[in-house]
C-alpha cells in the first residue's frame, strides 16, 4: 500500500486546482489496467517497474479485475465510491498506453458516468493523447485532470509543446524525478501547477535544491502554483549530498518551506 499512498498524494496539486483542502479520505486509486514499461530516463530506476520488472511479469499489460469499480454500488444501491472523491488513475500503470486502446474506450466512457467524481491522470506518454480522446472530448470533460510529467530539459521541450496544445481544461506538470535544472518557462502560461520532487531507491540518482528553487522562480514570474513533493534519496543542498530514507522525504521537502499556493501565486 505504500506506493499507492505515494502516488495518490500526487492530488494535493489542490493547491493549484481546489479552493478547499481534500483529505486522504477523499481520494481513491482506480488501476483499470497494471502493467508498464521504460518509455524515457525517469524510467530507470522505477521502483515498480524496474530493471527486474520483466522476471515478475509487470510489463506484461493486462486489463485489471477492477475495471469498473467507478460504477460498483453497494447493496443499497449506491456508489460505492461517493460523489465528490478524487479518482487518482493508472498509478501502477498509463492510461495513454498503445496496449490498452481497446480499453481505453469503456473507461472514458465509465469517467463521464461519473461526472461527481474528478479524476487525476498522470502520463509520460502524452504524445499519444490525441489519438486516445473519445469521440466528445470536445475541448475536455469537467471532471479529468490531466499531468504531464518531465524529467529533463529533453522532454520538456518534446512533451511540454504538446501538452499545452491539446484541448484540456485543466493541466498540470509533474517534475518527478527531476534529474538536472529545467526551464519551463516557455510553456507555464497553459499550466495550472507544478509539482517537483526527487527520485527514489538505491539507485537513486541526485536531486539538486537549486534546481527546485529555480522551478519555484519561474512559477513565481508566471504566477502558477508550485509544490515541493519530496527531495529523492540523494539530495544535494549547499554541496552536501544527504541519503534521505524514503519515508521521511515528504517532511524533508516540506520542512523548506517553499511551496506556492492559490493565494500565494495570486500576490506575486
Same mark, same amino acid.
Given at each position: 500500500m505504500?506506493? /499507492?499512498r505515494t502516488k495518490a498524494t500526487e492530488f494535493?496539486? @489542490? @493547491?493549484? *486546482?481546489a479552493t478547499n483542502s481534500i483529505a486522504r479520505k477523499d481520494i481513491v486509486n482506480w488501476e483499470p489496467w497494471s502493467g508498464c514499461y521504460a518509455v524515457s530516463e525517469a524510467c530507470r530506476n522505477c521502483y515498480y517497474y524496474g530493471q527486474q520488472s520483466h522476471k515478475t511479469n509487470k510489463n506484461h499489460i493486462v486489463k485489471s479485475t477492477n475495471f469498473d469499480k467507478p460504477l460498483l454500488k453497494t447493496s443499497k444501491g449506491?456508489?460505492?465510491?461517493s460523489s465528490?472523491?478524487? *479518482?487518482?488513475?493508472?498509478?501502477?500503470?498509463? /492510461?495513454?498506453?498503445?496496449e490498452a486502446d481497446e480499453w481505453r474506450i469503456k473507461a472514458w466512457a465509465i469517467i463521464k458516468q461519473r461526472p461527481d467524481l474528478t479524476f487525476l491522470i498522470l502520463t509520460?506518454?502524452?504524445?499519444r493523447f490525441l489519438y486516445s480522446l473519445p469521440s466528445d472530448w470536445g475541448d475536455g470533460y469537467d471532471n479529468v485532470v490531466i499531468g504531464c510529467t518531465i524529467e529533463n530539459q529533453k522532454e520538456a521541450d518534446y512533451r511540454l509543446p504538446l501538452f499545452s496544445s491539446f484541448p484540456i481544461k485543466r493541466r498540470f506538470v509533474s517534475?518527478?524525478?527531476?534529474?538536472?535544472?529545467?526551464n519551463l518557462l516557455p510553456y507555464l502560461s497553459e499550466i495550472e501547477h507544478i509539482t517537483v520532487g526527487g527520485e527514489l531507491g538505491r539507485n537513486a540518482r541526485e536531486c539538486e535544491y537549486d534546481w527546485v528553487l529555480d522551478i519555484r522562480e519561474q512559477c513565481i514570474s508566471a504566477n502558477s502554483t508550485f509544490w515541493f513533493k519530496n527531495t529523492g534519496t540523494r539530495f544535494r543542498r549547499d554541496g552536501v549530498v544527504k541519503i534521505i530514507n524514503s519515508a521521511k522525504q515528504n517532511g524533508h521537502a516540506r520542512k523548506c518551506g517553499i511551496n506556492i499556493d492559490k493565494n500565494m501565486a495570486a500576490k506575486s
Open positions: 505504500t506506493f /499507492f494535493l496539486i @489542490r @493547491r493549484a *486546482v449506491s456508489f460505492k465510491i465528490g472523491k478524487f *479518482v487518482t488513475t493508472c498509478f501502477v500503470s498509463d /492510461f495513454f498506453l498503445a509520460k506518454r502524452i504524445d517534475c518527478v524525478p527531476l534529474l538536472e535544472r529545467v
